[in-house]
């Protein structure tokens, strides 16, 4: 089956901070996916 969208270890840092770990992420045709933190 196709991946409309995939991430493979997508990380983000603001200078030395990191504030997303690596994430690996596939999101099918037809999914919903809601991403939800603390700053809402």
Known sequence: ???PI???ACAKHY?????LE???LAIRAGETI???G???
């Open 15 to 19: 200078g030395r901070t990191q504030v």
């Open 22 to 24: 690596p994430l690996d």
């Open 1 to 3: 089956m196709t991946v």
């Open 38 to 40: 603390p700053s809402g």
């Open 6 to 8: 995939r991430l493979d």
């Open 34 to 36: 809601v991403l939800l």
